[in-house]
């Protein structure tokens, strides 16, 4: 079985930071890309930010030069620290990665999200 388990949601005032983790694990071989999406309340699942086996880095424009991906090879981690975080990045974030197992090869899977709110 292969899990993504996200931490380090919670709530901050508008101007805060907070740093999310997303960790891999189970039977696979290899991972591919990693990324993190987010889902606000009546809107649709949105790319924030992702991050290639090379290390290549991408962002959505809403969180350009507020957000920063980063990725920990060796844990098999990535992290998302959310600086001068604003009302509107109130969303439940998710993890994403490609993940290469012998058996079932590429699949792509989800973490179960995790609650950021931004809020005075």
């Known amino acids: 079985q292969v899990q993504l388990v996200e931490s380090g949601g919670g709530l901050v005032q508008p101007g805060g930071s907070l740093r999310l983790s997303c960790a891999a694990s189970g039977s696979f071989i290899i991972i591919g890309a990693m990324n993190w999406y987010r889902q606000a309340p009546g809107k649709e699942r949105e790319l924030v930010a992702g991050v290639t086996s090379g290390g290549s880095t991408d962002y959505g424009d809403s969180v350009k030069g507020r957000f920063t991906i980063s990725r920990d090879y060796t844990k098999k981690e990535i992290y998302l620290q959310m600086n001068n975080l604003k009302p509107e990045d109130t969303a439940v974030y998710f993890c994403?990665?490609?993940?290469?197992?012998?058996?079932?090869?590429?699949?792509?899977?989800w973490g179960q999200g995790t609650q950021v709110t931004v809020s005075s």
């Open positions: 994403n990665a490609d993940l290469m197992n012998l058996d079932l090869g590429w699949r792509n899977y």
